[in-house]
């Protein structure tokens, strides 16, 4: 009974946690500006069912994608058993599923096939990162924590496995011994195709079993809610945030920017030599939009989401010329840096009640350096699995430099003074743009 | 090849009271650039000789603002377009063909949204559908023999899902592509988008068109084709960098064609 109550606590606990988690990432996600992506609703469906569910984008690389792909369905499917596990943990009954007889020894027996698949997709996964020391994986932006949370995540999928092996295991030895409740009249109860070579490595004693295996039972439930929460500081909440990343992505063509508002509201008034600059309505001319973006506040709220959702896989950065030709612009940096100021935001706002100006903005993440380096060529955006999109960040950041800061390169004001006076980047007369037809 | 080139500008037909079929936007580097220059003329004559009814706006046209928008001058490149708009409105166009993607792409994606809503055409996709309604002829076999491999400007490209008109083109002349490793949506910027083209690069290892053009000349190509006058000189100079350029020319499709075009 002790067990129950102690049970039914620390689910509620572990959901409750979970949940004020994503409310606060939904929170800080609404910060941004407003994004106009409810358009095209059914290409957008098919986008998510493609590339969150379907994986499609990560198996322009097919080892890491299957790997992935069993990790990531071992680990859904292998969370059916959840369902029994909060049954017996509330009610106090065992294994209450196993009425269903064939089917349910049918659906152990994958479960176990499953769990040492991804075992062996994680172990693998750990020497890719670890000893292979894949390039992507070595960048300045992944030292310190972002190593240590993508090797925290393999480590917890392991031990996760393990625990439910044993359990299992020791559950079999247990029936075998015909020991108290574990005792199914019908026979044994589930099937334990790999948990049964366990068994000669387990003790014989009845009482140290029941231990083992109350102690696996209690160790992968509870380990299951640590992860749901651990999801909010982990780049892995992207197992939850690719389904609305992917539906409020970027549609082609990906060269294709949008046009500023703000910006088309200022044209039309110096285009017009009609209109009356005081004549604009009250509420509009309230509070300016800033044009582009300084702080996260500043960024449509896509982009925010687009932050949380990153994997720091580093797909992007592989792709990125400006990177491989040994320049500071890595666009997984970009993404990183826009999740660390929002959670920064975030904990400002959780501490004062509402956002207190600390001085600092995006600019303090992001080089000049780097915004600069970008040659708006989509490879970023084209590679990444979850339709991330930093070089619209780029641009944003961009803008804030030229229109609110002047503050481009000299060279590209330059060019905007050509382009004012002559018509082209370029110091040639607009006159002599015919010039071509008649020389040799 | 000092054959007169026929080309009359949008004020003259208006002034005739005629409107031409197409616009041929030339751009800025067609128009100032002496490489990207032969590019223009290589592709008015490819019009010429299929009878295109088109013009060209000359002195009217203006930058349409591409580089200002990829450099954050949102600013001035709305200017540009509104400037721009203004003129091919008034002489009513409806069709738009230029041989700059990045011209391309402003046409097609972020002017509709300004007033400026045409029918918009790379060059190559005009050839392409030239070529397959037989309005221009090509000599079979003039390229055979020569290893011709093709670079995606990425806004042609990856930017707009153009990969197939380039291709078509050159395999109408019979030309069997040796692709590069990466290609099509894969491909590697030539370093010059984003306004990079007028500015130098940041504190780098190498230049992004000596990265490029290393991985163009691992397929020992004769010739390196591409469609867009920018990616031309970035990987020109790529083609110096590697002390090449006795033996790998860098043509434009357009160029490329005109060379196998058939006289009749
Ligand atoms: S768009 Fe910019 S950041 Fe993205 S891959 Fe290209 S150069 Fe890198
Ligand atoms: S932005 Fe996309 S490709 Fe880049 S690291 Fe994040 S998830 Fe990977």
């Known amino acids: 009974m002790i067990g129950q109550i102690l049970f039914t606590i620390i689910l509620l606990v572990g959901a409750g946690y979970f949940i004020s988690n994503i409310q606060k990432a939904i929170r800080n996600i609404k910060l941004g500006k407003p994004s106009h992506r409810d358009d095209h609703k059914e290409q957008r469906l098919k986008n998510m069912i493609l590339k969150a569910f379907g994986q499609q984008k990560m198996f322009k690389r097919p080892i890491p994608a299957l790997l992935h792909l069993v990790v990531y369905l071992g680990f859904i499917i292998i969370n059916i058993e959840v369902i029994e596990i909060v049954i017996d943990g509330i009610f106090g009954t065992h294994r209450i599923l196993s009425f269903m007889g064939g089917f349910y020894n049918f659906l152990i027996g994958s479960f176990e096939f499953l769990a040492t698949l991804v075992i062996v997709s994680v172990t693998i996964f750990w020497i890719r990162r670890n000893i292979l020391k894949l390039l992507r994986f070595q960048s300045p932006e992944m030292k310190g924590w972002p190593k240590k949370d993508a090797n925290l995540i393999l480590y917890f999928e392991m031990v996760l496995m393990t625990a439910f092996l044993t359990m299992n295991a020791a559950d079999y030895k247990l029936q075998v011994l015909h020991y108290g409740h574990y005792y199914f009249k019908q026979g044994i109860v589930g099937s334990f195709p790999i948990s049964k070579f366990l068994y000669n490595i387990l003790p014989d004693n009845p009482e140290s079993l029941v231990l083992i295996e109350r102690g696996a039972w209690w160790f992968h439930i509870i380990g299951i809610l640590v992860f749901l929460n651990y999801l909010y500081f982990s780049k892995h909440l992207h197992i939850l945030l690719a389904f609305p990343n992917t539906y409020y992505a970027k549609l082609p063509p990906l060269a294709k920017f949008e046009n500023l508002e703000s910006v088309k509201k200022e044209v039309a008034l110096m285009m017009d030599p009609n209109a009356d600059p005081y004549a604009m309505p009250v509420e509009e001319a309230e509070e300016p939009d800033r044009f582009g973006a300084r702080d996260v506040f500043d960024l449509e709220w896509v982009y925010l989401l687009n932050a949380y959702t990153c994997t720091e896989c580093g797909r992007c950065t592989d792709v990125c010329p400006a990177n491989q030709t040994g320049k500071k612009l890595s666009p997984r940096k970009i993404m990183m840096d826009v999740r660390d100021r929002l959670e920064e935001v975030g904990k400002n706002i959780d501490a004062n009640g509402e956002f207190v100006d600390d001085g600092k903005s995006l600019l303090d993440y992001i080089s000049k350096e780097e915004i600069w380096a970008c040659t708006t060529c989509n490879a970023c955006v084209e590679e990444c699995p979850v339709e991330n999109d930093p070089l619209d960040v780029i641009i944003a950041v961009r803008q804030y430099l030229v229109m609110e800061e002047s503050a481009a390169p000299s060279e590209l004001n330059m060019t905007f003074t050509n382009i004012e006076n002559n018509g082209a980047p370029w110091q040639y007369s607009q006159m002599d743009r015919l010039n071509w037809v008649d020389e040799d | ?264």
């Not at chain 2, 026929?6 to 005739?16: C, D, G, N, P, S």
């Not at chain 2, 391309?104 to 045409?118: H, V």
């Not at chain 2, 894969?186 to 988008?193: L, R, T």
Request: include cysteine.
């Open chain 2, 1 to 264: 090849m000092s054959e007169k080139i026929k080309v009359r500008t949008m004020a003259e037909l208006a002034a005739e009271g005629k409107e031409p079929e197409i616009l041929f936007w030339v751009g800025c580097a067609g128009s100032f650039d002496d490489r990207a220059k032969k590019i223009t003329k290589a592709f008015a004559k490819l019009l010429n000789k299929a009878n295109v009814d088109f013009a060209v706006l000359g002195t009217e046209e203006s930058c349409t603002g591409d580089p200002a928008k990829r450099a954050g001058n949102e600013f001035l490149f709305q200017m540009q377009a509104a400037t721009n708009i203004e003129v091919m409105n008034s002489y009513n166009v409806k069709k738009i063909v230029t041989t700059c993607p990045h011209c391309y792409n402003t046409f097609k994606n972020e002017y509709p949204d300004l007033g400026g809503k045409y029918e918009v055409y790379h060059h190559t996709e005009l050839l392409q559908s030239l070529l397959q309604e037989g309005k221009l002829k090509v000599e079979g076999g003039a390229y055979k023999g020569i290893d011709i491999t093709y670079h995606d400007p990425c806004y042609l490209g990856r930017g707009n899902g153009q990969y197939e008109a380039p291709r078509e083109v050159l395999h109408q002349l019979e030309i069997d592509i040796k692709e590069m490793k990466h290609h099509k949506e894969n491909s590697v910027c030539c370093g010059a988008g984003g306004a990079q083209m007028f500015k130098e690069a940041e504190p780098q290892k190498e230049e992004i068109f000596v990265f490029r053009t290393r991985e163009a000349l691992e397929t020992n190509p004769k010739v390196i084709a591409t469609a867009c006058a920018f990616c031309n000189t970035m990987i020109t100079d790529g083609v110096k960098f590697f002390n090449k350029e006795q033996d790998v020319k860098v043509l434009d499709i357009a160029e490329i064609l005109e060379q196998g075009i058939k006289e009749d």
